[in-house]
């Protein structure tokens, strides 16, 4: 087979010049599934995890399509809507339409709750070729008559099974009514629920099939461990291995917010830079701390699951789980931040008792039993049970165990 090239895809001049400006080679597998099917006007259903390359597998075609085809856009009207999860995704979305379409005459923006609407009514005024936006903030707009859909060609939904899990089913049932019947659908979800399944069904038409990596695997080029702790011992294990590993840059899964400060505040106090990404932080707060992180000026970034989701962050060697994630699919967007593009990377759990049946529900969902490594000088002393990918736990050993209260009583 001849190496696939962006114009062997059937990508216009403009956009070429562009990837290759970007350093974009070849095209990634998604690319090479996704461009000609979204040129062609088709609807998708694609199974791809961040870093596979597809943000660029639904802007690059977009762009070009927005381009080549239809009228200018009228005031208030957008033609392509991308709706997304978080803020942070919302960002990272249209970044790179940004990047990709430059030099097109094109008008494209980013709207998210938490930051005042103003600008954002502003800019839709004279309509936009392109706006990505989260559920929430797309329908106060909507609502408010600041954006009409009655232009809109294409609909896609960015990490859909994300949206579900942050309970935007309502919102999404509402911005679906609004559109056009008569459109294009791109829906891209790292996992395939039966939830996001039923919503295919309903949203697209003789879909094209996408999936890059099998389904509810993780990354292989990830080397994922377990260090089994107990829980009061973490933030000390995580210094060790901090120290230990020689570690730069971090991203640390920690499950509350409240973790998630007194990790960094921790931190500050042993002089490691490090900083926050979470819910309670303003939006400008937490786009700053992602850019200390990118540019190396602070070393780790802690974070919630909701805050990190879609974070684009390159190269990165390292992600540590400080707490297992409650929900099993978060496991596999967590890691997804390192191995991108065949990069070398690693994934630490560190996992308490509490937290095996967390545990169990990882190794069911990405069939593997995580092996286990303890770190010398910080064995746990209550024990975590034995798991398996079957999703069992294997039930504590009947030893006669001396009574801890024998000795106090
Ligand atoms: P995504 O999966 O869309 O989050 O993309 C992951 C990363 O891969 C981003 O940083 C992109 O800039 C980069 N990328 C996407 N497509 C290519 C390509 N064909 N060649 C090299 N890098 C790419």
């Not at 259903?45 to 596979?52: C, I, K, P, S, V």
């Not at 309970?167 to 659908?185: H, M």
């Not at 200390?292 to 070393?299: A, P």
């Not at 209550?382 to 030893?399: E, F, I």
Request: proline share 6%.
């Amino acid at each position: 087979m001849p190496t696939m090239t962006f114009t062997t895809l059937g990508l216009i001049d403009q956009l070429c010049r562009t990837l290759d400006e970007l350093g974009y080679q070849t095209p990634t597998p998604v690319q090479t599934q996704a461009i000609p099917a979204v040129l062609a006007g088709r609807d998708l259903m694609a199974a791809a995890q961040t870093g596979t390359g597809k943000t660029a597998g639904f802007a690059l075609p977009l762009l070009q399509r927005l381009t080549m085809e239809g009228p200018q856009v009228g005031a208030n009207s957008v033609r392509v809507l991308v709706l997304t999860p978080t803020r942070e995704l919302a960002e990272q979305v249209h970044e790179s339409f940004c990047e990709y379409g430059a030099g097109l005459p094109l008008r494209t923006h980013v709207a998210y709750g938490g930051v005042s609407i103003n600008p954002q009514m502003m800019k839709l005024r004279k309509g936009l070729d392109v706006l990505v936006a989260t559920p929430g903030r797309l329908l106060d707009l909507y609502r408010q008559n600041a954006v009409k859909f009655d232009q809109l060609q294409t609909l896609v939904l960015d990490e859909a099974d994300r949206m579900l899990d942050l309970g935007f089913s309502q919102e999404l049932n509402a911005v679906f009514a609004a559109l056009p019947k008569k459109r294009q659908t791109l829906l891209f979800s790292a996992t395939f629920s039966d939830p996001i399944r039923a919503l295919a069904a309903v949203l697209l038409m003789n879909p094209l099939s996408i999936e890059i990596s099998p389904r509810n695997t993780t990354v292989k080029s990830v080397k994922q461990w377990v260090i089994p702790v107990d829980k009061k011992r973490k933030p000390e294990l995580f210094c060790h291995l901090l120290k230990k590993r020689r570690w730069g840059q971090v991203l640390v899964f920690v499950k509350t917010r409240k973790g998630v400060d007194q990790l960094v505040d921790l931190l500050l106090s042993l002089g490691i830079r490090a900083d926050a990404i979470h819910g309670d932080k303003p939006q400008p707060a937490r786009l700053r701390a992602l850019d200390r992180f990118k540019s190396g000026e602070v070393n780790i970034l802690v974070a919630t699951d909701v805050a990190a989701r879609g974070l684009d962050i390159d190269d990165l060697p390292q992600v540590v789980n400080f707490d297992l994630p409650i929900v099993a699919e978060d496991y596999i967007h967590r890691i997804g931040r390192t191995g991108r593009a065949g990069a070398k990377g690693e994934a630490i759990s560190l996992v308490c008792a509490d937290e095996v049946d967390l545990l169990a529900a990882i190794e069911m969902l990405t069939k593997q039993t995580l092996p286990r490594i303890e770190e010398p000088g910080f064995e746990a002393e209550h024990r975590v049970p034995l798991t398996n990918a079957a999703g069992q736990v294997q039930k504590k050993p009947k030893k006669p165990k001396k009574s801890k209260w024998t000795k106090a009583a």
